[in-house]
């Protein structure tokens, strides 16, 4: 079954966006793929680390921070978020998960996002408040089919500052790799233009 249009960062590029934000590299990465950080509230779900996320403000800008107590359950936390962005009249809800290969995991994202983007818009429609946005916040996923090494060439890429989101041993150990390996190409480079 082929993934839905939402997985691209180049929609909406200037509009306020809310990033599921637990601390880590892959949520931080997210954030810096906005085209504008004070336009990003960054949502720290339950069990998420909040100092991390408080050091990304301090770096980046964030326009603001909430830090949920919402169930550790996966679709009960995209729902949290997406009654976050609504209430505060963001339509675009940036989710950092990230699969690689894993075809299973792909569907299982595609398909929890639509769900919950549905369901909430369906909770939308009962209510008689109005946030003035033109619809409902949309659950997108833009690094869903990125591995470790996708997101370690990115990190290196994007030149994240250490010690600003919590990094696994095997996305460090990537990063490492990636950073040694564009040493020697670079290396090689200009070796090569110098001969």
């Not at 990003?40 to 326009?63: H, I, M």
């Not at 940036?94 to 690689?100: A, D, F, K, M």
């Not at 150990?173 to 020697?184: D, F, G, L, P, T």
Request: charged letters at 20%; glycine letters at 8%; hydrophobic letters at 45%.
């Amino acid at each position: 079954m082929p993934l839905p249009d939402n997985v691209g960062m180049a929609r909406h590029d200037n509009e306020p966006v809310l990033v599921i934000n637990d601390g880590t590299l892959p949520a931080l990465l997210v954030s810096l793929m906005t085209p504008n950080a004070a336009k990003v509230t960054a949502w720290v779900p339950l069990g998420g680390d909040v100092t991390s996320v408080r050091r990304q403000r301090e770096a980046l800008g964030y326009g603001a921070i909430v830090d949920s107590d919402e169930s550790p359950d996966v679709s009960a936390m995209l729902l949290a978020a997406v009654h976050e962005a609504a209430n505060r009249g963001v339509v675009r809800v940036l989710w950092p998960v990230y699969h690689g290969t894993d075809l299973d995991g792909l569907y299982e994202t595609a398909e929890r996002a639509a769900l919950v983007t549905r369901l909430a818009a369906l909770d939308r429609l009962g209510s008689m408040v109005d946030t003035g946005t033109p619809m409902s916040p949309e659950v997108e996923y833009p690094f869903a089919d990125l591995g470790v090494l996708e997101l370690a060439e990115l990190a290196v890429d994007l030149d994240v500052p250490d010690g600003l989101a919590r990094t696994s041993p095997e996305l460090s150990a990537a990063i490492q790799k990636v950073r040694e390996s564009w040493i020697v190409e670079d290396f090689s480079a200009a070796a090569a233009g110098a001969a």
